[in-house]
């Protein structure tokens, strides 16, 4: 890896029983850079984030993410890795219902195990920088959707990964909404350093990203500058 590549994955097939999903994928992701994949439904852009994000292990190839051999770790060695380097946004948020927005947010650093005073902290400052001051105390069901969104995006960052991942964010959002979301990203790339790679059907949000990848019947068929 030459020190501005972030990600690396090479030769990266998948197959779900009779049906070939990821054909010899491979891609990098820059540090600071935002990707986004794109392509019909069934096109194996899910499939490969989840790769990348070491929610799933490939057939075949390799991946690297900082240096490390993502494919040879295995257990809590990849699970603790992945909650201290990578973060994870989805279309539908995934929050507890039963924490406040603080707590949601707190958990990824609990885990790692960030003191709770700590982490509170971290997560106090999280919900100010997203417009949230103030709503750190509210349930999921007292947020609106664009709020618990950010609440989402807040919890994937409360670790300071080198890497988002977010698949179809704006995808249960309102327009207004997930331009919100889409100048959010922007911001926190140039004002903490994340890189982005996000899965999406949204045009105005792939227009966003410094490189638009793709995919067609598990394969990257176009990269786009």
């Not at 698949?167 to 004002?191: C, I, K, M, V, Y």
């Amino acid at each position: 890896m030459t020190a501005s590549t972030l990600l690396r994955a090479t030769h990266i097939s998948k197959k779900y029983g009779d049906l070939q999903v990821l054909k010899d994928v491979s891609l990098e992701l820059n540090r600071g850079e935002i990707v986004s994949i794109v392509g019909s439904s069934g096109a194996g852009k899910s499939t490969l984030l989840h790769i990348l994000g070491s929610l799933d292990r490939p057939d075949s190839g390799t991946l690297e993410l900082q240096d490390t051999p993502l494919h040879e770790l295995k257990g809590s060695k990849l699970a603790a890795f992945r909650n201290r380097h990578m973060g994870f946004v989805f279309q539908f948020h995934h929050l507890l219902p039963e924490f406040t927005a603080l707590e949601n947010i707190c958990i990824p650093a609990w885990i790692a195990g960030t003191p709770k005073k700590e982490a509170a902290e971290k997560a106090s400052i999280l919900l100010e920088k997203l417009g949230l001051a103030g709503r750190g105390h509210h349930r999921p069901t007292e947020l609106s959707g664009g709020e618990q969104q950010r609440v989402a995006v807040a919890r994937a960052l409360i670790n300071q990964p080198a890497l988002v991942l977010a698949d179809e964010p704006t995808g249960n959002l309102d327009s207004q909404h997930a331009r919100e979301l889409h100048e959010l990203f922007l911001q926190l790339r140039d004002d903490l350093g994340n890189s982005f790679l996000i899965v999406t059907h949204n045009q105005e949000l792939a227009g966003m990203s410094d490189r638009i990848l793709h995919m067609k019947d598990g394969e990257i068929t176009v990269q786009v500058a």
